[in-house]
């Protein structure tokens, strides 16, 4: 992967404007499903202006989303990084760990920039690179979590296209579960304990989800209380 977030890449988009398509949204934000793009998308809110920006980039490209985001934001903030304002990301895959570092050598050049980041879903999550890199994440100022209802609903209002849209909101309530094995896994990721989710997926097939937690796994997710 390419490294160094001060240069072009190229990203496709695949509407008019600024906001994503409904069943681009739908198909690569549920969590019970492993689609191969990374959809990523943001809002940035400073303190001096009332109206947000927001926008939506995908890896369709060839390069990942992180690094065409990380791009958009250092053309937007580099007259002055001195600027305070806070982004906001609704990823449907979280950052390897490639990418967590480059966000964190933007953030380290920007201070005053503070930034959340809602997953639905991790990726290659027992790969030891992309656990550190989501641990280096949190112990640099960054939350990391996975996304629920509520913000599956903002995203809907915010950022999908509302033409002939056939719902106002959108509550999917049988995401819960896959929430509920992401949240738990991501409790594992951080307090650095070994992998408790399994998914198991071959060509063409449904991805099976599974959870299989130790009596040490236990104590430690217990701790955390993530609902």
């Known amino acids: 992967m390419a490294t160094g977030w001060n240069r072009d890449y ?3 988009d695949i509407t008019q404007g600024w906001k994503i398509w409904q069943e681009a949204f739908v198909k690569n934000y549920d969590p019970s499903v492993l689609p191969s793009v990374t959809y990523l998308l943001y809002e940035i809110k400073w303190n001096y202006r009332r109206r947000p920006w927001q926008r ?3 890896s369709a490209g060839g390069e990942h989303a992180e690094m065409c985001f990380l791009e958009d934001i250092y053309k937007k903030l580099r007259c002055d990084p001195s600027v305070n304002c806070s982004i906001t ?3 449907s895959w979280s950052p390897c760990g490639d990418c967590c570092h480059e966000i964190i050598d933007l953030l380290k050049k920007m201070p005053n920039l503070s930034l959340d980041i809602y997953v639905a879903r991790l990726y290659w999550h027992k790969e030891e690179n992309n656990r550190q890199g989501l641990r280096d994440l949190e112990n640099f100022r960054v939350s990391v979590q996975i996304m629920d209802l509520p913000d599956y609903n903002y ?3 915010t950022f999908v296209d509302d033409e002939d849209k056939y719902e106002d909101d ?3 309530s049988h995401f819960a579960p896959w929430i509920q094995l992401y949240s738990l896994e991501l ?3 951080l307090q650095g304990i070994p992998s ?3 998914i198991s997926s071959g060509e063409n097939q449904t991805p099976v989800f599974s959870l299989r937690v130790d009596e040490h796994q236990k104590r430690a997710l217990a701790s955390a209380n993530p609902y």
């Open 196 to 198: 408790c989710l399994k």
């Open 56 to 58: 939506w980039i995908n």
């Open 187 to 189: 409790q594992s990721i």
């Open 89 to 91: 990301c609704y990823m």
């Open 10 to 12: 190229v990203c496709r």
């Open 170 to 172: 959108y509550w999917p």
């Open 155 to 157: 995203c809907w209002r």
